[in-house]
């Protein structure tokens, strides 16, 4: 088995160098199968900021499944019994959040494997392993889990080199939110010397040989991650997008009903 995030990124054909993804915030899987169909590299299915259950994990992977978007699920926190869950569940790619130390990134990877790699809780019969199908799955299933970490701090960008080193961390993602709010910058993502940082972190990351990603709200946003050298960028979430596309048109609506009034119509 091989994992399909991992050949994503190694990919050197990608239009523009770098695979574009979003966020699923929606919980719905219809949205997330639109999404796959509107022709996203990759999306993250947030179990962090959004009420996703383990099911509706199950529900919004199988919708996905029938596009060509990549899912990556992101935990809500770096617990060993959630991480067996997930994978089980059929996941294969997992961010973990807010990882500060080498320690944790080392207990991110442990979660994620099986013995003698890590303390993943063998099952015999889980989505996971397609219900018991595929051939010697706990000595394959390994290599077809990947692990992102994501450094949310200016203290977790001052380890960068020791998180991203260790074993089984195979690219790392900064989160500009959290990452602008430590750095008293809050809401103010674009701020220059967050953008600065995390600059210098694509370097960091990339020195070591190691792909990293982060998220924009806008194109714009995007296209200065991409002049920084990020490998990954998501742009918005599923409801970041429909919430703007909505107030665009009734703001062209409302305008257009006030020339139309003017006229006498």
Not at 51 to 65: E, G, T
């Given at each position: 088995?091989?994992?399909?995030?991992?050949?994503?990124?190694a990919r050197?054909?990608l239009?523009?160098?770098?695979a574009?993804?979003?966020?699923?915030?929606s919980?719905?899987p219809?949205?997330?199968?639109a999404?796959?169909?509107a022709?996203?590299?990759?999306?993250?299915?947030?179990?962090?900021h959004?009420?996703?259950d383990l099911?509706?994990v199950?529900?919004?992977?199988?919708?996905?499944?029938g596009?060509?978007?990549l899912p990556?699920?992101?935990?809500?926190w770096?617990?060993?019994?959630?991480?067996?869950?997930?994978?089980?569940?059929?996941?294969?790619t997992?961010m973990?959040?807010f990882?500060?130390?080498?320690?944790?990134?080392?207990?991110?990877?442990?979660?994620?494997?099986?013995?003698?790699?890590?303390?993943?809780?063998m099952?015999g019969?889980?989505r996971?392993?397609?219900f018991?199908?595929?051939?010697d799955?706990?000595?394959?299933a390994?290599a077809?889990?990947?692990?992102?970490?994501q450094?949310?701090?200016?203290?977790a960008m001052?380890?960068l080199?020791?998180i991203?080193?260790?074993?089984g961390?195979d690219?790392?993602f900064?989160?500009?939110?959290?990452?602008?709010?430590?750095m008293?910058?809050?809401?103010?993502l674009?701020?220059?010397?967050?953008v600065?940082?995390?600059?210098?972190?694509?370097?960091?990351?990339?020195?070591v040989?190691?792909?990293?990603?982060?998220?924009?709200?806008t194109?714009?946003?995007?296209?200065i991650?991409?002049a920084?050298?990020?490998d990954y960028?998501?742009?918005?979430?599923?409801?970041g997008?429909l919430?703007?596309?909505?107030?665009?048109a009734?703001?062209?609506?409302?305008?257009q009903?006030?020339?139309?009034?003017?006229?006498?119509?």
């Amino acid at each position: 088995m091989k994992n399909p995030f991992k050949t994503l990124l190694a990919r050197q054909d990608l239009p523009g160098g770098y695979a574009v993804g979003s966020w699923v915030m929606s919980a719905s899987p219809v949205v997330a199968e639109a999404m796959g169909c509107a022709g996203f590299d990759w999306a993250v299915v947030d179990m962090e900021h959004t009420p996703l259950d383990l099911m509706d994990v199950v529900h919004l992977l199988q919708a996905i499944a029938g596009t060509p978007m990549l899912p990556i699920t992101r935990i809500p926190w770096n617990d060993t019994v959630m991480v067996k869950r997930v994978l089980d569940a059929g996941a294969q790619t997992l961010m973990f959040p807010f990882v500060q130390t080498a320690g944790e990134a080392q207990r991110a990877v442990a979660a994620a494997k099986y013995a003698p790699e890590g303390v993943r809780g063998m099952a015999g019969m889980s989505r996971g392993s397609r219900f018991g199908t595929v051939k010697d799955y706990f000595k394959v299933a390994n290599a077809a889990v990947s692990v992102i970490v994501q450094i949310e701090t200016p203290e977790a960008m001052s380890r960068l080199e020791e998180i991203a080193n260790v074993p089984g961390v195979d690219s790392l993602f900064f989160g500009p939110g959290d990452l602008s709010g430590a750095m008293g910058h809050v809401g103010d993502l674009m701020h220059d010397d967050v953008v600065k940082l995390m600059a210098e972190g694509v370097k960091r990351c990339h020195a070591v040989g190691k792909p990293v990603g982060t998220v924009g709200g806008t194109p714009e946003a995007v296209a200065i991650y991409r002049a920084c050298g990020f490998d990954y960028i998501g742009c918005a979430s599923d409801l970041g997008l429909l919430m703007r596309a909505s107030a665009a048109a009734l703001s062209t609506i409302r305008s257009q009903d006030i020339k139309v009034h003017a006229q006498g119509y």
